[in-house]
T-cell receptor, first 113, second 112 residues
Framework: NAGVTQTPKFQVLKTGQSMTLQCAQD?????MYWYRQDPGMGLRLIYY???????DKGEVPNGYNVSRLNKREFSLRLESAAPSQTSVYFC????????????FGSGTRLTVV | DQQVKQNSPSLSVQEGRISILNCDYT??????FLWYKKYPAEGPTFLIS?????DKNEDGRFTVFLNKSAKHLSLHIVPSQPGDSAVYFC???????????FGTGTRLKVLA
């Protein structure tokens, strides 16, 4: 059982290019999330989807858009990449809130040059 | 303004001894606290959680303690094993929230 699958694992973009990070989970979780991890900053929430059909901003949403395509899939789009978006991106899913932990994907390492 | 702080970037412990990882928070509305472990080139893995109605939660070698008055939680690993070497993140959130705030992480090294 795969859990949370992210594609691609690595990507290099030029400034101004666009791309979509894909995420899919097979645990029938209602909630899905996109985080970014930067050195010395921990993990910061970009966007989340509490349930199919809803999306909301997290701490650092500027420069990103998301789509909850169905219950399984939650994509993150960078419309015009900037060097400040160089980061490791993690997708996660959970059954709900409270003490339910997230299941994270293995991450996408994105470099914008 | 960092609402969740892990003030020790790194910690080294001998195998078999206790590892204590600390986390402080500033928001008194936080009700749920979680710990994650992260190995290099992998996503974080959920380890253990605690709600604010408890002051202790135990799962095998891992125990989380919560001191609400001090706004402090700690993760104890006993006994520590070399496989525990990883970065540990604490995270906190309010009741019903989907927005968990993560600390910056503590890198634990367990020496054989």
């Amino acid at each position: 059982n795969a859990g949370v699958t992210q594609t691609p694992k690595f990507q290099v973009l030029k400034t101004g290019q666009s791309m979509t990070l894909q995420c899919a989970q097979d645990m029938n979780h209602n909630s899905m999330y996109w985080y970014r991890q930067d050195p010395g900053m921990g993990l910061r929430l970009i966007y989340y989807s509490a349930s199919e059909g809803t999306t909301d901003k997290g701490e650092v949403p500027n420069g990103y858009n998301v789509s909850r395509l169905n219950k399984r899939e939650f994509s993150l789009r960078l419309e015009s990449a900037a060097p400040s978006q160089t980061s490791v991106y993690f997708c996660a899913s959970s059954e709900g809130t409270g003490t339910y932990g997230y299941t994270f994907g293995s991450g996408t390492r994105l470099t914008v040059v | 303004d960092q609402q969740v702080k892990q003030n020790s970037p790194s910690l080294s412990v001998q195998e078999g001894r206790i590892s204590i990882l600390n986390c402080d928070y500033t928001n008194s509305m936080f009700d749920y606290f979680l710990w994650y472990k992260k190995y290099p080139a992998e996503g974080p893995t959920f380890l253990i959680s605690i709600s604010s109605i408890k002051d202790k939660n135990e799962d095998g070698r891992f125990t989380v303690f919560l001191n609400k008055s001090a706004k402090h939680l700690s993760l104890h690993i006993v006994p520590s094993q070399p496989g525990d070497s990883a970065v540990y993140f604490c995270a906190a959130g309010g009741s019903g929230t989907y927005k968990y705030i993560f600390g910056t992480g503590t890198r634990l090294k367990v020496l054989a």
